[in-house]
């Protein structure tokens, strides 16, 4: 009986292997038109369930120089905390992001000054970065990981000017990704994003020779929340925020580099 990972290199040898992406006829601005063809090989509907793709295998398709776990905004936000609802003042949840974003984010003098909280004031597990903001992992808490705010770690020169004196004392909690647990059924955790993701059969990835041509499929094993912890807990997967005004998609992209993603490379089909 055929298995279901031969199913897949069956449909890549059959729909994928040596041809060039044509995306002509989809949004050239579109980021993701590349992984939406190679869906469309696969006979995989795009849609934003948290599903594995196919056969209980993750598609994850390389496009840049980072590849997506997943989109995956956090539960808790400050700037939705009643609190802070003094500081945060607006009953519209996106004019009260935007104000999130004017404390603890930058302007892009490119874009007309539009606020993101992206790039440079992005949370890393590192370390503080130059506005104070630093990414964590909480044990004591179900292995949440937490966006942290330390105004004593903040080197901007106008901090005094930009944030409330409420968040000048102490470390706060920009933001936070239930971990293993959910207190709201309605809202799922990490844990449940990543293993419906990529604890079934694993994932795989197809690879482009030097023309662009797909030339080989390559399979991962599947990964618990605990693999998943151990890579962000090393920085090797990331948060990579894209949160700016104008829009009100979070964009709260979590990713690793390529090269991350091929170290957990199983075995290879061409």
């Known amino acids: ?120 004031p992005c949370p890393k597990i590192t370390g503080f970065n130059e506005y104070g903001e630093v990414l964590r992992i909480d044990e004591s808490q179900n292995n949440d990981i937490v966006a942290i705010y330390d105004f004593a770690q903040d080197r901007r020169t106008n901090k005094f000017d930009i944030v409330p004196p409420e968040f000048q004392q102490g470390q706060i909690v920009l933001a936070r990704w239930y971990g293993e647990h959910s207190p ?29 041509r797909y030339n080989e499929i390559c399979f991962g094993a599947p990964m618990n929340y605990s693999g998943f912890l151990s890579l962000v807990r090393t920085g090797e997967a990331f948060f990579d925020s894209g949160m700016h005004e104008g829009n009100d998609r979070p964009y709260s992209q979590w990713r690793m580099n390529n090269s991350g993603w091929d170290r957990l490379i199983t075995d290879r089909y061409s």
């Open 1 to 120: 009986m055929e298995t279901s990972k031969q199913k897949i290199i069956d449909i890549f040898r059959h729909n994928v292997k040596g041809k060039i992406p044509n995306v002509s006829g989809k949004d050239i601005g579109h980021d993701g038109k590349f992984g939406h063809w190679l869906e469309e090989q696969f006979g995989i509907h795009h849609n934003a369930d948290n599903d594995a793709d196919l056969f209980g295998y993750e598609l994850k398709n390389e496009t840049s120089s980072k590849t997506s776990f997943g989109d995956w905004s956090a539960n808790e936000y400050v700037f939705n905390d009643a609190r802070f609802r003094h500081i945060f003042c607006s009953n519209n949840a996106i004019d009260r992001r935007d104000q999130f974003m004017r404390i603890f984010g930058h302007p892009n003098p490119q874009k007309q000054g539009r606020y993101s909280w992206s790039g440079k």
């Open 184 to 212: 709201n059924p309605k809202a799922k955790c990490l844990k449940d994003k990543v293993e419906d993701k990529f604890n079934q059969q694993g994932w795989f990835t197809c690879k482009t020779d030097g023309y662009g």
